[in-house]
């Protein structure tokens, strides 16, 4: 993987990340200012949609890097992260899969299950992603 393609990885990841942590901190922690309103807080519409419009670019560079990170990480002889990069490829699928879902769903009921899909696997994801990119540091310490 080059230093291109890692970095947009991680710009992805930060900005689709953050948005969705600062999203659900406002749609789920915060009250409404006005009682009458379906947003708690004003900038809650753009933090959402800021999350939908970046979150092509995580799909894009995941599949930017598959092949030659992924992929050859998978194959190679070399077991240094390989079960976080594992736990990442795993996870991704239902991640991405239950957050378009959520755009479609009409059913409440499939709604609230693929908001909780997305909660979860979207955890699983950025702690995950941030344990690769520290074993990644503490392996070229040690060397």
Known sequence: MSRLEAWFLHLAT???GLTGLV???MLYLLE?????????HPLQPFT??????????LIFALGLVWRRHVWAGW?????????S???LALTFGPMALSGYLLQTAVDETWKKIWVVVHVATSLFWL?????????????????
């Open 48 to 57: 959402q949609h800021g999350h939908v419009v970046a979150a092509p670019f």
């Open 75 to 83: 194959r190679s002889r070399n077991p240094d992260r390989r079960r």
């Open 14 to 16: 930060a900005l689709v």
């Open 23 to 25: 999203y659900a901190w």
């Open 127 to 143: 702690a995950g992603y941030l344990g690769h990119q520290v074993l990644r540091w503490r392996i070229g310490r040690a060397r």
């Open 85 to 87: 990069g594992l736990a």
């Open 32 to 40: 409404p200012v006005d009682p009458f309103s379906v947003a708690h």
